[in-house]
């Protein structure tokens, strides 16, 4: 079974078996829930991807055929960016 040591600071390092069975790593969060049995468990943070949706705003214009069309004649065919 899995162990650690708590610091003096409070503080403890999720052995390799834990952090791999909740597939978590550096940087992630982790929930302790106090149960009224008083067993604790450990659960990761877990992120819905479709909340982020709309979160990173991009400067580029869509991409239309038309516009594409525009880019190559501009650049005369040529390749790169030079």
Known sequence: MPASRITSKGQITLPKAVRAALAVEA???VFFRI??????VLEAE?????????SVRSRRRRATVERMAEVVRQRGGRRGGG
């Open 35 to 40: 149960g009224e049995d008083g067993v604790v």
């Open 46 to 54: 877990t992120v819905d991807l479709s909340a982020l949706r709309g």
């Open 27 to 29: 940087g992630d969060r």
